[in-house]
């Protein structure tokens, strides 16, 4: 199998985002006389898309009302400060250059808010990834597959010819809802045995070895 096209998904697997979230986080909850979380609280948060994130973070018995409230705060300081700490993981850069060098299609898929996605891929990634997509109204949250298969078709590749990289069960999950290949890297926000759990169908611990499946299917 020759595979044409990556998908990846951004928070966890190309950037590590933890601390800016975990400091959005922290600036709505206080505005509302909250608990603040910790890095590691955020860390188990994240995944499913920042509504979910706010209502795990807010105290339990938290209006519905209040939560969206909370979570209008983050959108707004989150799109403000979304790149005051974060950053490429070690070797995403060069894992970038060989996939262009392979001339392998790329693109993004997340569960973060669509203007924050299509934000950070123009400032950081424009060069590589054609196509980012995130959370809207018209694209629902992953595991939905719908992400996948609207970058697929922007791309022009099929299913079969394209591998899901990511860093949590959800992303697993993902790839299997859209029929594509799923990697699951260990140096994200989940840690190696929630990978294997979920039965990833590759787990890399660097990106480097991204490239080596790659190469392998050629």
Partial sequence: MKYQA???????????????????????LKQFGYP????????????????????????????????????EVFRNYYAKNMRNKTCLYEGIKELLQGLNERKIKMAIV??????????????????????AIGESITVPKKPNPSGVFAALEELGVKTENALYVGDSEVDIMTAKNAGV???????????????ENSKADHIIHTPQRLLDIIDFSI
């Fill in 36 to 71: 603040i979380r910790t890095i590691a609280e955020v860390r188990a948060f994240v995944g499913n898309g920042v509504q979910k994130l706010i209502e795990r973070a807010v105290p339990e018995q938290t209006t519905m009302e209040k939560t969206l409230a909370c979570l």
């Fill in 110 to 131: 997340s569960n973060k808010f669509d203007a924050a996605v299509k934000e950070l891929k123009k400032e950081l990634f424009s060069e590589y990834i054609q196509v």
């Fill in 181 to 195: 290949i799923s990697v699951g890297v260990t140096w994200g926000f989940r840690d190696c045995t929630v990978l």
């Fill in 6 to 28: 990556v998908i990846f998904d951004l928070d966890g697997t190309l950037l590590n985002t933890l601390e800016d979230l975990a400091d959005s986080v922290n600036f709505a």
